[in-house]
């Protein structure tokens, strides 16, 4: 079965960085986009961030452009989120997702299935 | 970029009695619409995609139908583990993909 593991989430200070990993299994990890979604305290969700299958190409909210960066290894089955510059209002559980297109350009946007996530919180 | 809205806030249902969960878009998001479930402490999980096709494994009470800029979940039956918060999100607007705020299902 599907499986998304996240780890790295932790208490950084503003201006910190911090580097979030999500462990695929269960699938052919090579063959699918993945995204991160992140969701602040007691709110709603908020796509952040997607990498094609083969990591050519990489899209992010506004937010967060240039300040995170999302990669993968797929040897390692692993996608990650290297975020630089945090902010207080970056203060979120972060969840990786897989996204349901295989072997495509892009992607089709929705999550078909979900890590349990980890909690990033930015405070002095 | 295509903002989601999302009525009712909460809604108060008995177990056994139906349930209409109503998303709206700013622009047309076609039938990329996407519906999920999560409870507390719980990601999300998918429901519905297409507007309308149910996700692997998801029972048959739940059906969504719509599109355009008006969408509706519905479960047909409230079971005791349907208590949770329910979001739509379009994927036509790529790669900008946008929540709705959710709608709270709680127990009447």
């Known amino acids: 079965q599907v499986q998304l593991v996240e780890s790295g989430g932790g208490v950084v200070q503003p201006g910190g960085s911090l580097r979030l990993s999500c462990a695929a299994s269960?699938?052919?990890?090579?063959?699918?986009?993945m995204h991160w979604v992140r969701q602040a305290p007691g709110k709603g969700l908020e796509w952040v961030a997607f990498?094609?299958?083969?990591?050519?190409?990489?899209y992010y909210v506004d937010s967060v452009r240039g300040r995170f960066t999302i990669s993968r290894d797929n040897s390692k089955n692993t996608v990650y989120l290297q975020m630089n510059s945090l902010r207080a209002e970056d203060t979120a559980v972060y969840y990786c997702?897989?996204?349901?297109?295989?072997?495509?350009?892009?992607?089709?946007?929705?999550?078909?299935?979900w890590g349990q996530g980890t909690l990033v919180t930015v405070s002095s | 970029e295509r903002v989601m809205t999302q009525s009712p806030a909460t809604l108060s249902v008995s177990p056994g009695e139906r349930a209409t969960l109503s998303c709206r878009a700013s622009?047309?998001?076609?039938?990329?619409l996407a519906w999920y479930q999560q409870k507390p402490g719980q990601a999300p999980r998918l429901l519905i995609y297409?507007?309308?096709t149910r996700a692997t494994g998801i029972p048959a009470r739940f059906s969504g139908s719509g599109s355009g800029t008006e969408f509706t979940l519905t479960i047909s039956s409230l079971q005791s583990e349907d208590f949770a918060v329910y979001y739509c999100?379009?994927?036509?607007?790529?790669?900008?993909?946008?929540f709705g705020p959710g709608t709270k299902v709680d127990i009447k």
């Open positions: 999100q379009q994927y036509n607007n790529w790669p900008r993909f946008t």
């Open positions: 622009q047309s998001v076609s039938s990329n």
């Open positions: 990498i094609q299958y083969d990591g050519s190409n990489k």
């Open positions: 997702a897989k996204d349901p297109r295989t072997n495509g350009p892009e992607a089709l946007g929705y999550f078909d299935y």
């Open positions: 269960g699938f052919t990890f090579s063959n699918y986009g």
């Open positions: 297409g507007a309308s």
